[in-house]
């Protein structure tokens, strides 16, 4: 557990906003999780992982990592690598290994799009879905160099839009319901 601490520091120490991003989307991730039923070591591995699922970025230059515009190929090429280097850091911590997938898929869309591995549907585990999913949702959220932040009902309409392509739609819904609570979890917004 040290050894993932020191790693979730280091990326704090190499960029801040990637940090708070990260415990923002584990918070969010763990009640998510807990929502679709998940519990104990799983909800764990998932909050763990969800701390850590940018920690790759450490390998990113800074130039690219803070770039106010659109990426080259080659920069988002550098960009994707992260989830497999980040999985590759984590892996190293013993008893660590559903961390370390969970990191490593946390980038795989529902259709396939995603990277590094191209996984589809149930073959993405849970725990890499909700990352997934909640990462999505901050980022929609916060600002960011190259864009403002989304209005809370944007993104909820950009998260419905993909529910099915980029997301499970049973985590859509699961994270539509801890946004706006349980008694407007079925509310579509249009």
């Keep these: 557990m040290t050894r993932l601490l020191a790693l979730s520091d280091a990326l704090a120490r190499k960029d801040a906003e990637t940090a708070i991003h990260s415990r923002k989307v584990a918070d969010l991730a763990e009640r998510v999780g807990q929502r679709l039923g998940m519990f104990g070591q799983q909800l764990r591995a ?6 850590l699922h940018d920690v790759g970025k450490i390998d990113v230059r800074d130039e690219v990592l803070h770039k106010p515009g659109a990426l080259t190929d080659d920069e988002y090429e550098e960009m994707k690598a992260h989830a497999a280097g980040g999985a590759e850091m984590v892996r190293r911590v013993p008893f660590f290994g559903k961390v370390s997938s969970l990191v490593r898929w946390s980038h795989e869309r529902w259709d396939g799009g995603g990277y590094p591995d191209g996984l589809c549907g149930d073959d993405i585990p849970l ?21 403002r932040a989304m209005s809370l009902h944007a993104a909820v309409v950009e998260l419905r839009a993909g529910a099915g392509t980029q997301f499970d739609p049973n985590v859509v819904d699961a994270l539509v319901a801890e946004v706006f609570g349980p008694a407007q979890a079925d509310v579509r917004i249009a």
């Design 127 to 147: 725990g890499a879905r909700v990352i997934f999913a909640c990462d999505a949702y901050d980022a929609m959220v916060s600002d960011r160099p190259y864009r």
């Design 46 to 51: 998932l909050r763990w992982a969800a701390l």
